[in-house]
């Protein structure tokens, strides 16, 4: 997942796992955050969904490793990196 900043043109790579959000109590919470920041057409079909019953799907991404897009840092080495053993499986080191 890139992250970009176009003012300051400096940005980051984040490399980790993303999950669906299976408690139904947590669920409610962050679709809640969400119906209540987002606007305009991304917020009706929130409320068009829920009012049908149906319950949106939630994603939750963890984020393992983080890498610099600035040409002037190391390139393709993380500068932060949860070093677990699934962490690096993913990452393949």
Known sequence: ???FDKK???GFQ???KVSFVTDEKEKSKITDIIIRSST???SSKIFERISQNKTPNV???TAKAIYSLDPKEES???QV???DGETV???GR
Request: glycine content about 12%; charged content about 25%; cysteine-free.
């Open 89 to 91: 499986a993913l990452l």
């Open 81 to 83: 990196m949860d070093k």
């Open 8 to 10: 300051e043109l400096k």
């Open 59 to 61: 994603l939750m991404f």
């Open 76 to 78: 393709g080495v993380a």
């Open 40 to 42: 305009g057409k991304t």
């Open 1 to 3: 997942m890139p992250v």
């Open 14 to 16: 984040l490399k980790g």
